[in-house]
């Protein structure tokens, strides 16, 4: 339910100021608003740019947006550490599962196993250590 003008304007406040600046505040106001609405258009503005006063909206974006990076760097590691595990898991799986020669066994490595990842995740376009291939799904 959607709170009435009259209930969001509780406080009253009484402010002295010069006659250029009120004839200012008119001229801004123009015929169409009243000279309250642009002094409360005016506060509103400035409270919500100070980043230091809790609940602003400059200070929830502020905290917001750290909280974003702090989940992306987080998001980021629990990723490589899970791709580093499945290259291993990969890696004695092949090894254990499939019989072939030594020179073979070697290219079964976690790294190489990874390196080949990498190398076909590039040729399907996606961006890949920091990078960007040229227009693929993994580009921004």
């Given at each position: 339910?959607?709170?009435?003008q009259?209930?969001?304007?509780?406080?009253?406040?009484?402010?002295?100021?010069?006659?250029?600046?009120?004839?200012?505040?008119?001229?801004?106001?123009g015929?169409?608003?009243?000279i309250?609405?642009?002094?409360?258009?005016?506060?509103?503005?400035?409270?919500?740019?100070?980043?230091?006063?809790?609940?602003?909206?400059?200070?929830?974006?502020g905290?917001?947006?750290?909280?974003?990076?702090?989940?992306?760097?987080?998001?980021?590691?629990?990723?490589?550490?899970?791709?580093?595990?499945?290259?291993?898991?990969?890696?004695?799986?092949?090894?254990?599962?499939v019989?072939?020669d030594?020179?073979?066994?070697?290219?079964?490595t976690p790294?190489?196993?990874?390196?080949i990842a990498?190398?076909?995740m590039?040729?399907?376009?996606?961006?890949?250590?920091?990078g960007?291939?040229?227009?693929?799904?993994?580009?921004?």
């Amino acid at each position: 339910m959607a709170k009435s003008q009259d209930a969001l304007k509780q406080r009253r406040v009484n402010v002295r100021m010069t006659g250029a600046m009120y004839a200012n505040l008119r001229r801004l106001a123009g015929n169409d608003r009243g000279i309250a609405t642009v002094i409360r258009e005016a506060i509103r503005q400035y409270l919500d740019t100070k980043a230091e006063i809790t609940g602003s909206r400059r200070y929830f974006t502020g905290r917001f947006r750290d909280e974003v990076r702090a989940l992306r760097r987080e998001l980021s590691w629990h990723q490589t550490l899970n791709t580093i595990l499945l290259s291993e898991m990969f890696s004695l799986l092949i090894l254990n599962t499939v019989e072939m020669d030594e020179k073979t066994e070697e290219m079964f490595t976690p790294s190489n196993i990874l390196k080949i990842a990498e190398e076909r995740m590039v040729e399907m376009g996606w961006w890949v250590r920091g990078g960007c291939t040229t227009t693929g799904p993994g580009c921004r």
